[in-house]
């Protein structure tokens, strides 16, 4: 989803025995003694989305939050170590041959507006967004699905003159209803980690008021199965959910209301945690990290640790400047990581050494090797040896409105410089949505900044949505036949274990051509007022709404 989340990396092996067992023991009500229940309102630190409230078309952090929110899927994933949990499912099993899985689900579920939650609204919702047409972001989730090769085509050049063509089928041939609370899914290969994969929100369920206004009028008052529904909105101001007391899922909200508020600044985000006048934000301003000084500011009252989230310069392949290999690494030799780590975040991140984050399963360190480390003269000789910069002058975009974005992309623009010699600035777009749209629409002059934050705790997820050909997230428009093939085949196959050597291999097919450059894996230090309690960050960095309670 999601260009960002806590401690010990998470064991397939744990995630599929949890996927075909019932959902655990959960707290909801107050006599339950989970937490306070609250009539009250908690306000959230916020950005505007890129793109309207619908699950398939939401790939960024901050319409993430609002989706999460709405919405419930088959699983979710546990808070600490990110362990697959059933959610909606009541079982979910794979044949002898992990190509063909039955999915139970539970009884009783309703959408916001009362209709019930059935197999065929996943199944209905599952086609709708693998068919091409249908313009979602997500679309490529669904790769894994049978029939998919003839639901979707690729746009030949993005948002330019040629028209993708229109795909042979509407509908995925792998998915079947059996009765009301039961589909069957057979995917094009088989795959035992492909039931990880579907707690990300794009595989939610979609009531009939979607198909039936579309999804644009749908958009404007979102209708879920999740904890909250929605309630009001002013833009680039606010948006608010309200707590749906018939949630059948197994966390309950405690509180009313939840209210986004919308900060163009975290400096000012930060000030309001202090005064009371905000409850949650999750990442302090850069300002507050030197010698640890949000844990002064805000007592007890923060949260630190690691989380699946990391931080990258990508580089646009459809600018001629960047597609010569030695320009791309001489520019990450060019970067001194720990030097940046160390002044900027007082040594709170951690330099990568590849480009998937290691709080996921499949991880390997150090694939990157030599690349990712800091080397002057090699820089130096390798943009020598490509003749040099040549282009439009070098600079690195960032979203202004919230993150601390300017000060890590002076220093890194700053490294370049004083090693490459090549003049490179930070170029602030005001926005975040705004800066999305230029990365979507392929219209970035200059590198720009880029991070991942991690849908599900495998290291596939790391690989395929960034860096396959047209895949949803590749927003620099990379491509690579072996690559493409390689992560084919590692999706292809049953044998975990197997599978994660694969995805290894594909990876080290990703340093050889450094699409983008890995720069550091967060840790997260969020604050908190002194009105809430049981602020729980999840591993993917996100708050979990439903646990969180007044005091």
Not at 333 to 349: E, P, Q, Y
Not at 494 to 515: F, G, Q, W
Request: hydrophobic share 35%.
């Amino acid at each position: 989803m999601r260009v960002s989340r806590t401690k010990a990396a998470v064991a397939v092996s744990a995630a599929l025995a949890l996927v075909a067992t019932a959902a655990g023991c959960s707290s909801s009500s107050d006599d339950e003694g989970s937490g306070k229940s609250s009539d009250g309102t908690v306000n959230i630190e916020w950005s505007e989305p890129e793109n309207p409230l619908v699950p398939a078309n939401t790939t960024e952090t901050q319409g993430g939050k609002i989706i999460d929110a709405l919405f419930t899927g088959l699983i979710s994933y546990a808070p600490k170590d990110g362990a697959t949990v059933n959610e909606m499912a009541e079982d979910i099993k794979g044949d002898a041959t992990f190509k063909t899985y039955t999915v139970k689900l539970k009884s009783g579920w309703t959408f916001h507006d009362g209709t019930p939650v059935t197999a065929e609204s996943f199944v209905k919702a599952w086609n709708y967004n693998a068919y091409s047409p249908n313009g979602m972001a997500n679309g490529t989730f669904f790769a894994d699905i049978a029939g998919y090769d003839k639901t979707w085509t690729d746009d030949p050049d993005a948002d330019g003159p040629q028209k993708p063509a229109t795909p042979a089928a509407k509908e995925l041939s792998g998915l079947k209803v059996v009765d009301e609370t039961t589909f069957t899914v057979e995917l094009a290969a088989p795959s035992k980690v492909w039931p990880v994969k579907i707690g990300y929100t794009a595989f939610s369920p979609l009531p009939n008021v979607f198909f039936d206004k579309g999804a644009a009028e749908y958009a404007k008052n979102p209708i879920g199965n999740g904890p909250f529904k929605y309630k009001a909105r002013t833009v680039n101001t606010s948006l608010t959910v309200t707590r749906f007391d018939e949630y059948k899922g197994r966390e309950k909200p405690k509180v009313k209301d939840v209210l986004f508020k919308v900060y163009q600044d975290d400096e000012a985000a930060y000030n309001d945690v202090q005064s009371g006048n905000l409850d949650f934000q999750q990442q302090v301003p850069i300002s507050a990290l030197a010698g640890e000084k949000y844990k002064t500011d805000m007592a007890d009252r923060y949260v630190d640790g690691e989380v699946s989230t990391s931080q990258f310069v990508a580089f646009p392949f459809y600018r001629n400047e960047f597609k010569d290999i030695r320009v791309r690494r001489a520019i990450s030799l060019a970067i001194d990581r720990d030097l940046i780590v160390k002044t900027i975040f007082s040594g709170t991140r951690k330099p990568m050494t590849g480009f998937v984050n290691p709080r996921v399963a499949g991880y390997v360190p150090d694939q990157c090797g030599e690349w990712c480390k800091f080397d002057a003269a090699k820089a130096k000789a390798l943009l020598a040896e490509a003749g040099g910069f040549k282009g439009e002058p070098m600079s690195i975009a960032y979203n202004a409105d919230r993150g601390g974005h300017k000060d890590w992309t002076t220093a890194v623009c700053n490294s370049i410089n004083k090693t490459l010699g090549v003049p490179c600035t930070p170029r602030a777009i005001p926005t975040f949505d705004e800066f999305r749209t230029l990365s979507d629409d392929k219209k970035h002059v200059s590198m720009y900044r880029a991070a991942w934050q991690a849908d599900y705790p495998l290291s596939e997820n790391w690989l395929n949505p960034l860096y396959r050909t047209g895949a949803s997230s590749n927003d620099g428009a990379y491509t690579n036949a072996a690559l493409d093939a390689k992560l084919k085949e590692a999706d292809g196959t049953s044998d975990t274990d197997a599978a994660n050597k694969l995805y290894a291999e594909a990876e080290k097919i990703v340093v050889e051509d450094m699409p983008v450059v890995p720069l550091w894996n967060y840790a997260q230090q969020a604050a908190y007022s002194d009105k809430v309690e049981n602020v729980v960050i999840d591993t993917f960095g996100e708050l979990q709404l439903a646990e969180l309670s007044l005091k």
